[in-house]
């Protein structure tokens, strides 16, 4: 969300709006910020006082709107959900246009008991704010006709799909390149993983959805090359614990969160990208996107809805596996290892592709049709 919204204001900023983002600090204890400038925009970081089932709670935020919506008088207000701040809107008795970017339904699970019992009490507010809105923009065909929550609102939602800014990553892999050239080999990584020529590539947080597991046990299910996961969160050492009890710790490494650089050195470097997720919670995938930039061909999952499979077409761009099956992803990770010029022609048609639909400046010229 926090990526998206980035690259859309720069885009729409470089367009000749005026636009003015409120969001949250990323961490508790910082105080609130006011009208930042960056890269043109204005920017209101609202403080937070702790996290309700990973729901930043800010007391300050329907302070900071009401200023903003009287002195900035906007003729759109940009609401990305889920974001339970966005609540605020429902105490104003008028409000300009409303439009609700639907990142994603908030999906309970077996998995997560916290989301199971806060989502009734969080749908009410949800509900109010969908009537409200003018505009809903879902992020693919899939995620919207599998969403309980957009039904009956179907008149209302358009789909404009996420998109990345092509000028950053240019930069971030200019940066990725000197990083590169100033190494005699990796900081971040074992020489012995670092030498190999292919190894598959997958990000993301350590979260129930993303099926990393899978990902791991495929290495003792068929596939014999190197996985590089990186990434953080609440899964981590359940996660390296099972890469020791199937004594994998020569062929997959976990660095944790990496900067920027050395993330982009992976996305040029890797074979593969791999995105293993279980759950439409994935509900799009932006870092597909990044890893086609760089000619990546990708393995995802046929997760019914999620937005991935409008990103990777199977025999296309990439292959498409059935989800929790590490045999499959095995087999995926073996065709792209082993096909060498089969893997490089999908992940060329991926580029294609990226540049075809999800360039922020197509994106951001659909929203503002919608506008």
Not at 219 to 225: L, R
Not at 250 to 257: K, T
């Amino acid at each position: 969300m926090e990526n998206f919204l980035e690259d859309l204001t720069e885009e729409q900023v470089y367009c000749g709006h005026k636009v003015w983002v409120l969001c949250h600090q990323h961490e508790t204890g910082h105080p609130t910020l006011t009208e930042e400038l960056y890269n043109g925009l204005r920017v209101t970081r609202t403080e937070i006082k702790g996290i309700l089932a990973y729901a930043p709670i800010a007391p300050d935020f329907f302070r900071q709107l009401e200023k903003i919506l009287q002195s900035f008088s906007p003729d759109v207000v940009h609401v990305h959900m889920p974001n339970l701040s966005a609540f605020f809107l429902l105490l104003f008795k008028s409000l300009p246009k409303l439009v609700l970017q639907w990142q994603s339904d908030v999906v309970s699970s077996d998995y997560d008991v916290k989301l199971k019992i806060l989502y009734p009490f969080y749908k009410i507010f949800e509900k109010q704010l969908l009537l409200r809105a003018h505009v809903i923009i879902a992020s693919s065909e899939s995620y919207l006709r599998t969403s309980l929550p957009l039904k009956r609102f179907q008149k209302k939602c358009r789909v404009v799909p996420l998109g990345i800014s092509m000028a950053k990553m240019k930069r971030f892999a200019q940066q990725s390149q000197v990083f590169h050239d100033l190494q005699s080999h990796s900081v971040f990584m074992s020489d012995h993983i670092f030498k190999q020529k292919d190894f598959i590539l997958a990000v993301g947080r350590f979260a129930y959805y993303k099926g990393f597991e899978y990902l791991i046990k495929a290495c003792a299910q068929g596939f014999e090359g190197y996985v590089v996961i990186v990434g953080d969160g609440p899964l981590k050492v359940e996660l390296e614990k099972l890469v020791r009890q199937l004594s994998l710790q020569e062929r997959i490494f976990m660095p944790g969160i990496l900067p920027d650089n050395q993330l982009h050195q992976l996305l040029s470097e890797c074979t593969a990208f791999c995105l293993p997720s279980i759950e439409r919670t994935e509900a799009f995938g932006l870092v597909l996107l990044e890893a086609m930039y760089y000619d990546k061909p990708l393995i995802t999952t046929n997760v019914i809805g999620s937005g991935m499979n409008e990103v990777n077409v199977q025999y296309e761009t990439g292959l498409v596996v059935a989800p929790e099956n590490s045999s499959e992803l095995a087999e995926a990770m073996n065709v792209m290892v082993h096909n060498n010029d089969l893997s490089k022609a999908m992940g060329r048609k991926g580029r294609e592709r990226l540049l075809e639909k999800f360039d922020i400046v197509g994106v951001a010229d659909r929203i503002e049709k919608l506008y």
